[in-house]
């Protein structure tokens, strides 16, 4: 058999943190830890399709191409371009800090390095806004993806899709169930809009995590269908005093802290999530300087402080009220928000 000759590639997306308290499916913040895939494709090299998979989620996620979020979002880009299966030979092997089910974006960098992937394997180059589209089709809240994609502070909203636009398309993941006989549908131009916010770079994340999961779904399930119009009123007057907000040197702490409440998720997500009104309540600018605010991030439970300093204490003091609440085991990241977004490098 003719050998193609061998690439090489690195793909990283970051972990993203979402909604930032009262930007519910609409603010994303891509953070210093990063999702990597290290591809070979084509030459000699072995074996037909290897997938090695290190990190977070060892254990458990699936490693076949049909079944793995990674390769089934490259599967779906490849085939709404006229490709029905993998390039072989296929080497890739993935490493992942970040958790699985935590609000930390995990599933939201896998799609894009998925994405970045079929765009990679099959030389499409798709510009990156287009990529953004094939993104949406898989994970259609915006926040998450829109972040590890672009980098940075991000607010993004979705174009509404008409029935026209959406014909052939159907919900959500079942879009990725790709088979060999039929070629998925293109997602519709344009659909993600985004806008790079500014960020005092001062400001540091800090992640508090448990060591449970909340899948995003059943998270996204507690959730109302319809709210009251001073709830919306409130997330909406806070949501646009935020964006400006955390760009401003100096950071106002208390401007910060009143304009990270949230009426929309929070409350609900709270029977997931045993001490959380707490861990929100308790920890505040009076009793920790250098705190400028506090919120779930995403769909939790990983609480979300920003600080410009005393991130241990402010970490550990989080961390103590989840143990009064039971939760006795939690570790913390402090993290910087990166500019770049995801990436993919040919070596
Ligand atoms: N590196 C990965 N490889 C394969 N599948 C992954 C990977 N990371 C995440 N997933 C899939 O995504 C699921 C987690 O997605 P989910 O949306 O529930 O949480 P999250 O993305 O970590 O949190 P949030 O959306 O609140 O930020 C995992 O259970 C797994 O199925
Ligand atoms: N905006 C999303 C982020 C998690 O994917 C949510 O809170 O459900």
């Excluded at 591809?39 to 458990?60: H, I, L, R, W």
């Excluded at 953004?132 to 174009?159: K, Q, T, W």
Aim: hydrophobic share 40%; charged share 20%; with cysteine.
């Amino acid at each position: 058999m003719v050998s193609t000759p061998l690439r090489q590639f690195r793909i990283s997306a970051p972990c993203s943190t979402a909604n930032i308290g009262p930007g519910f499916d609409v603010l994303g913040i891509s953070l210093s830890l990063y999702l990597t895939l290290d591809v070979k494709v084509g030459g000699d090299n072995g074996q037909d399709f290897e997938m090695t998979y290190s990190g977070e989620g060892a254990k458990d996620v699936p490693l076949t191409p049909e079944h793995n979020l990674i390769t089934k979002a490259a599967l779906y880009v490849l085939s709404a371009n006229g490709i029905q299966q993998l390039p072989r030979p296929l080497n890739i092997h993935v490493d992942n800090p970040i958790p699985l089910g935590r609000g930390l974006g995990s599933s939201g960098a896998a799609v894009v390095a998925g994405i970045l992937l079929g765009n990679a394997l099959g030389q499409l180059n798709l510009s990156r806004s287009r990529l953004l589209d094939y993104c949406l089709m898989i994970e259609r809240h915006p926040d998450n993806v829109a972040a590890a994609l672009m980098g940075g502070f991000v607010a993004s909203y979705l174009r509404e899709l008409s029935p026209e636009d959406m014909e052939g398309i159907p919900e959500s993941e079942s879009l990725l169930e790709v088979t060999p006989s039929k070629v998925s549908p293109q997602p519709p131009l344009g659909i993600g809009h985004y806008l790079r916010l500014s960020w005092n770079k001062d400001i540091k994340c800090i992640a508090i995590v448990p060591q449970f999961k909340v899948a995003t779904a059943e998270a996204r399930a507690v959730l109302p269908t319809s709210y009251q119009r001073q709830d919306v009123i409130f997330n909406f007057q806070r949501l646009a005093v935020l964006t400006t907000a955390l760009g401003q040197s100096p950071p106002d702490a208390d401007l910060i802290y009143n304009a990270m409440q949230d009426k929309i998720h929070q409350p609900y997500r709270k029977t997931l999530i045993p001490g959380l009104p707490e861990v929100l309540s308790s920890i505040t600018p009076e009793k920790y300087d250098g705190l400028l605010g506090i919120c779930l991030s995403g769909a939790g439970p990983t609480i979300l402080a920003l600080a410009t300093k005393n991130f241990d204490t402010i970490a550990t003091a989080a961390q103590a009220v989840f143990k009064e609440h039971g939760i006795q085991e939690s570790f913390y990241k402090v993290l910087d928000v990166v500019e770049d977004g995801s990436t993919c490098v040919e070596l």
